[in-house]
């Protein structure tokens, strides 16, 4: 497979001292990762580092993704031995990396939060819902979910959103089932097994597992079969550490798809432990259902000619194409009903 060089920027608690110019691990294979200083900050300080990574790709077009996958492994490490955050911010620009290659192919980035800047539609009715919803005699459990609901929404990765959100859902699954002990059934003819020796039927209190079908039956209704079976496929694939494309060729659909689900199932079920009675129209719901965060990646693809005495060029000969993007806000009437 042919070989490509791809800077990452990634914020952290962890900078190089200042009489370092560069580190550099040489990973298994053909990788090697290269971590520098990123640009300092009004106070002087990097506020960060760009992260270099070289290595083997199906394409330039698989590149950055392949080569982002490497260097997230190698800051789980990091992560691990330092016990210091790491996050990978986004891409700045890949180029062909095969030695002594005259003609290369470059692409430069950039990468936007597709709700950024923030829509200005934080309205009263918002807030109302949320005073309502406070007045309401909450259960522990329900505050407890809602912060991981919240957490699911923060995260910037459908993995990872998925992984929040499943614990909320979780939590309340547990708290709302039924704590009467139920009948061990046989795999083969679901009948009720008994003790062998004295006849007692073998019960038990219901498992995590049934617990969380019970509430995906009570919120889908005859869907429900389909959708326990593709998120507990997502749940099992992505906690037993399978990658994302496994997981989404197995369940038939997007990552990003099935958080939205999720979110859905997960708001549904926390709602449901919510004692309102008749009181004042609620608001919700801004973003129409859709709970998985993604990312705008622009690029710019362009041709650089190497004719120096080394194998590569040095970096002040990568062209640095500097791309903007101005969003403006759709119209928003004042109604939440219509905000999207």
Same mark, same amino acid.
């Given at each position: 497979m042919p070989t490509f060089r791809c800077e990452f920027d990634v914020i952290g608690d962890l900078v190089l001292p200042a009489d370092v110019n560069e580190l550099r691990l040489g990973g298994t294979g053909a990788f090697t990762t290269v971590f520098r200083n990123g640009p300092v900050d009004n106070h002087g300080h990097p506020a960060g580092l760009v992260v270099i990574v070289e290595g083997t790709a199906r394409s330039i077009d698989a590149a950055e993704d392949e080569l982002r996958r490497y260097l997230a492994a190698n800051l789980d490490l990091l992560a691990f031995a330092t016990h210091s955050r790491f996050k990978i911010v986004a891409p700045r620009r890949l180029i062909e990396w095969e030695p002594n290659q005259k003609t290369r192919k470059f692409r430069v980035f950039h990468t936007a939060d597709v709700r950024y800047p923030p829509d200005p539609e934080l309205i009263g009715q918002y807030l109302e819902t949320v005073q309502t919803l406070d007045n309401a005699?909450?259960?522990?459990? $329900? #505050?407890?979910?809602? #912060?991981?609901?919240?957490?699911?929404?923060?995260?910037? #990765?459908?993995?990872?959103?998925? *992984?929040?959100?499943?614990?909320?859902? &979780?939590?309340?699954?547990?708290?709302?089932?039924?704590?009467?002990?139920? @009948?061990?059934?046989?795999? &083969? +003819?679901? %009948? /009720? *097994? $008994? +003790? %062998?020796? +004295? %006849? /007692?039927?073998?019960?038990?209190? @219901? *498992? /995590?597992?049934?617990?969380?079908? =019970?509430?995906?039956?009570?919120?889908?209704? &005859?869907?429900?079969?389909?959708? /326990?079976?593709?998120?507990?496929?997502?749940? =099992?694939?992505?906690?037993?550490?399978?990658?994302?494309?496994?997981? &989404?060729?197995? +369940? %038939?659909?997007?990552?990003?798809?099935?958080?939205?689900?999720?979110?859905?199932? $997960?708001?549904?079920?926390? *709602?449901?432990?919510?004692?309102?009675?008749?009181?004042?129209?609620?608001n919700f719901g801004h973003r129409g259902g859709e709970f998985a965060n993604s990312s705008l990646v622009m690029s710019v693809d362009g041709l650089l000619d190497h004719s120096g005495d080394g194998p590569h060029p040095t970096d002040d000969r990568i062209p640095n194409v500097q791309i903007a993007m101005w969003k403006t806000f759709n119209q928003f009437d004042g109604d939440p009903k219509t905000a999207k």
């Open positions: 005699t909450l259960p522990g459990f $329900t #505050r407890t979910a809602l #912060r991981y609901f919240r957490y699911g929404l923060l995260d910037n #990765r459908p993995e990872d959103q998925f *992984m929040w959100l499943w614990l909320s859902l &979780e939590i309340v699954a547990e708290n709302l089932k039924d704590k009467v002990r139920v @009948p061990i059934t046989c795999h &083969e +003819c679901n %009948g /009720a *097994m $008994t +003790c %062998g020796a +004295c %006849g /007692a039927k073998q019960a038990r209190i @219901p *498992m /995590a597992k049934q617990a969380i079908e =019970n509430l995906i039956a009570k919120i889908t209704g &005859e869907a429900a079969p389909a959708v /326990a079976k593709r998120q507990f496929t997502a749940r =099992n694939g992505l906690m037993h550490g399978r990658n994302c494309e496994s997981v &989404e060729a197995e +369940c %038939g659909t997007s990552l990003s798809a099935i958080v939205d689900e999720l979110g859905a199932i $997960t708001w549904t079920a926390i *709602m449901s432990t919510i004692p309102l009675g008749n009181g004042p129209e609620l």
